[in-house]
């Protein structure tokens, strides 16, 4: 029973090294020798538990979504808190991840891994809802579903990926809770203006 605890503890521990790894430099950049000296591990010691660094990610990834809290997937009944909500999620749950997924768009790496089938339902589902309010009434008439849901993903992830610009443009970190608080305040708002245009 020692055993299979002490097991888990370092495979735990290499997931947790690997997940700053993968999630700071991206796939390429990220080297097995890095993650074993910050989980404490010889590298040989990996390579027991995992064949190589694409099955390593794919246990990061798995790991990550399913250890997510409860609240992640719990849609708002009102289209308006939608945004915020996404953005309370990314920020708040998903940044480094968020992260990882721009290193993804920089490297085109084009192994399928569980981010690109997961991610890929993720977004379909989350353009399929627009479509479903649009049948509602609640999206004007003018707006495309699914430009509306490239929209409103690009609002809810650019503060964490372009946190320099930014900077720049606010003159405020992006991790700063006062700065997520006006943005957010400014999602629901801007919500409000595309949402209740038809009325």
């Known amino acids: 029973m020692g055993e299979i605890r002490n097991a888990e503890r370092t495979q735990k521990k290499i997931l947790e090294a690997a997940r700053r790894e993968f999630f700071d430099k991206g796939f390429k950049g990220s080297r097995i020798e890095s993650i074993a000296e910050n989980a404490g591990v010889k590298?040989?010691?990996i390579y027991h538990y995992f064949k190589g660094k694409a099955e390593l990610l794919e246990a990061v990834l798995t790991?990550?979504?399913t250890s997510e809290p409860e609240w992640v997937s719990q849609i708002p009944d009102n289209p308006l808190h939608i945004a915020e909500h996404r953005y309370?999620?990314?920020n708040q749950v998903r940044a480094d991840f968020i992260?990882?997924?721009a290193w993804e768009?920089?490297?085109l790496r084009a192994e399928p891994t569980s981010w690109n089938k997961g991610g890929e339902v993720a977004l379909q589902s989350y353009t399929a809802y627009w479509k479903d309010q649009?049948?509602?009434g609640v999206v004007p008439q003018e707006l495309e579903p699914e430009l509306l849901a490239l929209a409103l993903t690009a609002l809810t992830t650019y503060p964490i990926i372009f946190?320099?610009?930014?900077?720049?443009i606010?003159?405020?970190e992006s991790t700063d809770p006062e700065f997520q608080a006006r943005w957010s305040t400014f999602l629901t708002k801007l919500s409000e203006y595309i949402l209740t245009s038809s009325d």
């Open 43 to 45: 590298k040989q010691l």
């Open 63 to 65: 790991d990550s979504a």
């Open 88 to 90: 309370r999620v990314n």
């Open 99 to 101: 992260k990882f997924t």
């Open 105 to 107: 768009a920089l490297e």
């Open 134 to 136: 649009k049948k509602k």
């Open 163 to 168: 946190s320099n610009i930014t900077n720049i």
């Open 170 to 172: 606010t003159g405020v």
